[in-house]
Nanobody, 123 residues
């Protein structure tokens, strides 16, 4: 079983930055592909991006490309989501997710989820 704990959410003004962290335990972190998703009120959970096992491959949804960066530190069992140039439409609960081996875009293909952290961007 994998446990995921997100942190780093909060309230920020438009144009600002936040860095989310997701700490993993319960499995060999280096064998976990990690994804970030978000869910705004009244909307479905949306793919934000993913990172592969060793961190040399990432993928992002078009709406965050050039503004968000995912990285990981396998020595610390942690994945990060650096968010810059934030917009009000980025407001959502952000979740990290894990699956063994290969990263995927679809939420249903991830087996393990964190509890989520709220990000609110004011205009």
């Amino acid at each position: 079983q994998v446990q995921l704990v997100e942190s780093g959410g909060g309230l920020v003004q438009a144009g600002g930055s936040l860095r989310l962290s997701c700490a993993a335990s319960g499995h060999i972190f280096g064998s976990l592909a990690m994804g970030w998703f978000r869910q705004a009120p009244g909307k479905e959970r949306e793919f934000v991006g993913y990172i592969n096992l060793n961190g040399d491959t990432t993928s992002y949804v078009d709406s965050v490309k050039g503004r968000f960066t995912i990285s990981r530190d396998n020595a610390k069992n942690t994945v990060y989501l650096q968010m810059s140039s934030l917009k009000p439409e980025d407001t959502a609960v952000y979740y990290c997710a894990a699956r063994i081996n290969f990263p995927r875009i679809l939420a249903r293909e991830y087996n393990f989820w964190g509890q989520g952290t709220q990000v609110t961007v004011s205009s």
